[in-house]
């Protein structure tokens, strides 16, 4: 058996397949790859709400994803490619709406900011309005 | 002819629930998640023009999800590209028609 066959392959030299043939045998998936994916798509959806809770999202993913990389690249072989792929995928994801959202957010400050020493008079109209809810 | 009737009653009770944006409604900016409602319901009702219009990046995002949800139980080959790639095009959309809002609708 020479040394250059990777390291699931068996006497053949060929990869070895699992029962559903697509996968290589043994391989389980990067911790948290799913969740990461999920979070990361989400975060974006979750645009109409001041940007928070796409922040918070995306954060959460992108410290999973920290952790489930520093795990995968202490053994490679040991956990599934398309785990992998999710996982990059799903990074991205979050690295995007936390961009995003922090920009929104940054928007809606500064508009407030605007509104506030433009318009003071005018806003406590508003507060009278909200003050009208509270019953 | 009851089913399709009490798909009406329904479409009609999501129309008339509507809630407004706490934005729109108090300081006359929009979100960028304003008309996703309206685009839901009229998607609803099979009117996809409508829909798209009110807003557009609905579909793609709806699109998504059913497809993250996809990729999860079979697990496909590239589904991880076809993710990313979804995800920036809603992106894309999203920012786009935010910024047309606030420039071309904002009173």
């Known amino acids: 058996m020479d040394t250059n066959t990777p390291p699931n392959a ?8 699992g029962p559903t043939g697509n996968m290589p045998y043994m391989l389980e998936p990067v911790p948290n790859s799913t969740a990461v994916l999920v979070l990361g798509i989400i975060s974006i959806a ?3 709400c001041y940007g928070i809770v796409g922040v918070i999202l995306s954060i959460i993913a992108l ?8 795990a995968y690249n202490a053994s490679p072989g040991k956990y599934s490619p398309g785990s992998y792929n999710n996982l990059k995928a799903g990074r991205i994801c979050a690295i995007i709406g936390l961009s995003l959202s922090v920009l929104y957010m940054i928007f809606i400050i500064l508009y407030f900011f605007a509104l506030f020493t433009v318009l003071s008079p ?11 809810f509270s019953y | 002819m009851i089913l399709l009737t009490i798909w ?6 999501l129309e008339r629930n509507q809630g407004a944006c706490i934005y729109k409604k108090y300081f006359g900016i929009e979100c960028p998640g304003c008309g996703m409602q309206t685009s839901f319901i009229e998607l609803l009702k099979g ?4 829909s798209i219009i009110a807003y557009p990046a609905l579909f793609p995002m709806i699109f998504m999800f059913s497809y993250l949800i996809a990729h999860l139980i079979f697990k496909f080959e590239k589904g991880y590209l076809v993710l990313k790639i979804s995800f920036i095009f809603t992106v ?6 935010f910024i047309f809002k606030l420039l071309y609708n904002g009173h």
């Open chain 2, 92 to 97: 894309v959309i999203i920012v786009f028609n």
């Open chain 1, 10 to 17: 068996n006497q053949f030299g060929q990869q070895n397949y």
């Open chain 1, 46 to 48: 979750t645009c109409w």
């Open chain 2, 8 to 13: 009406g009653d329904f479409i009609g009770w």
């Open chain 1, 63 to 70: 410290v999973m994803s920290g952790s489930a990389r520093k």
């Open chain 1, 122 to 132: 005018g806003m406590m109209d508003v507060f009278d309005n909200f003050n009208s």
């Open chain 2, 47 to 50: 009117n996809l023009k409508e």
